[in-house]
């Protein structure tokens, strides 16, 4: 009795546990291929011309009004987005569920009981209001958890209406299909949709009870393409106290049913809760509180849809069946080589989904984990802590073919995801105050980005920081100023592992995936030049990254003039730039020579590199170095930091690149050359700024105001 009444309270507890907001985007929908928010990229939409940009600090610089312009826009698209999340409460997200729900319990109601399990596709995702919608989407099937009305998704249904053609598994409140039934409806839709499809992947989102049908699914068809996104699924069943609910219910007399009544007694009528309202108006509590005894008063109308979601007799067959799928699924792990995705909330009150969720990623070999630490067992309804498609996106898990394309299936970022990016740099943008310098067509140097070319493709060719920590400011800038996105070549190991251990979770790359970076690789950069993409190259790599000590500024490229040549194929403009400031952010004190001396260190380092993927392995010289480690370093009284990219290196009509080696190596030379000769003129320049240390910058922005652009050195 005591576990049934604690099993009831820990399900009314995640029921109203508080919850953030965020919102869906607006707009209107139509068919078409992908088209990008206008703030969002540059390869479709260049920006009109900029004018020309004075170089005197004391008058008005138009570079600084673009940011701040570039900024605003960020910040309306943003607004913009929330605006219809404005005046939800914090219950907002399982407010709708129920009430959306019971209007279908009570249309089934009225004809009878409801029938048998079957198919629906969301209205919202038809005529949601969306900008725009993928041409020729994969399907998504979402198999419910052990509500089974099938709304599960009801806040992600706009966004993924545009990615996905969604339909929805419902399983009416009388129905008793047993599980392996259950499974045979979803394999039959799943092959049919192969059949219709066979190129196309096919996605199975299930929740609880839904992942273990979606595994069972992929275990008996191990050759259809599936792709698995698993939200806590209930194959942990057998360990958590939703089993000890079993025996109790099939002996004592109606406990659920009786509570919800009881409990709906006590909530407040409509009167009742104007009174509690104004009385709320009155009280001298923290806005927090007051929020959440007011959302509350609104929600605990929706309370009696659970009543008619899960009454007695449903709830008693519907654990009875999530034991048998739990039991189904775990015998049949071993046959499951989808591609999965595992979503684990760490505060689920129902399921041990947090131990559930390394498990799983233990036994499947092609999966991958991400954890939500302030989430309950309803994840998808729960606002603020999950944006499904941000998820899809950041894991790189969206494809429409049998891999993942990162050009053609790649979904630049939403206004809201990239001013999630940015706020993650606020705090180095503030250190570091970045100055940005640019060249024009005539050589003519200028303050901010108005020499970057407006039309792709582009290849930013520079020196890579001290752990690359010149990334951020970097791309987050060029995006605000500029309206471009830079696509980032990127090591593998941000993308996938030889095996699980020491190195960062992968789930520490996802912003950076959501922002555009690809794996390096010739296929990708090909992809991204004959797309007229501007694409950010480092080809110092991770040896440039994790550089010694006394090397700062050092270029370490290979010998090979590895990127010139796919330039000129396509007619890319190469733009040299280097970056100066780590030496004044941090000083390295043990670097990879020392750290290889000390056994323990070396054990680490050996460890490290084994689990990344090998990069470079043909390569010679200091550039073939790829050993994965992290150097100590001291941190110092922050600096500055200044980046100055140089006049765009034309390769339009210089094909003959392509056949010439010799002619290849020179024009290698010449970008090596530029950027070297970058980074001489930023360290000679900055000597000269009177703000290169913190504190005088401090005592500019307090008296000029903190979003106030500090000046600089002059040009």
Known sequence: MAAAAATAASLFRVVIRRETTTSPLAGKKHRSSVRIPRFAVSVDRPPAPTSAVTTSPEKTNPVVKREEEGERAVDAKVKEEEEESKNRSVFSGMKRFLEESKVIIDEEKENGGGGAPRWFSPPDTVDCSGSWQMEDPPVLLYLPGIDGVGLGLTLHHQKLGRIFDISCMHIPVADRTPF????????????????????????????????????????????????????????????????????????????????????????????????LGNLLKGLPLQNTTKELMEDFINFSPSLPALADILPKETLLWKLKLLRSASAYANSRLHAVKAQTLILSSEKDELLPSKEEGERLRKLLANSELRKFADSGHFLFLQEGNIDLVTVIKGTSFYRRGKKHDYVSDYIPPTPTEFKEVLESYRLLNILTSPVMLSTLEDGTIVKGLAGLPSEGPVIYVGYHMLLGIELGPLVSRILTERDILVRGIAHPLMFRRNDAGLLPDLASFDSFRVMGAVPVAATNLFKLLSSKSHILLYPGGMREALHRKGEEYKLFWPEQSEFVRMAARFGAKIVPFGTVGEDDLAEVVLDYDDLVNIPLFKSLIEKLTAESIPLRTDATGEVANQQVHMPAFLPKVPGRFYYYFGKPIETEGRRHVLKDREKSNELYLQVKSEVEKCLAYLKEKRESDPYRNIVPRLLYKAEHGFDAEVPTFEI
């Not at 066979?198 to 299930?206: A, D, E, Q, S």
């Not at 996104?229 to 025996?247: D, E, G, K, M, V």
Request: overall charge negative; hydrophobic content about 45%; aromatic content about 2%.
């Open 180 to 275: 392996t039934d259950l499974m045979k409806i979803v394999e039959s839709r799943v092959k049919s949709e192969h059949q219709r499809s066979p190129r196309k992947p096919i996605y199975l989102v299930g929740e609880s009870l839904g992942a273990c049908l979606a595994l069972a699914v992929a275990a008996r068809n191990p050759d259809i393409d599936l792709v698995l996104i698993l939200a806590n699924p209930a194959t942990s069943f057998s360990r958590s106290q939703l089993q000890l609910l079993i025996p109790l219910m099939e002996v004592l007399p109606d406990p659920l049913s009786l509570g919800l009544p009881e409990l709906q007694s006590l909530m407040p009528g409509d009167s009742e809760r104007m009174e």
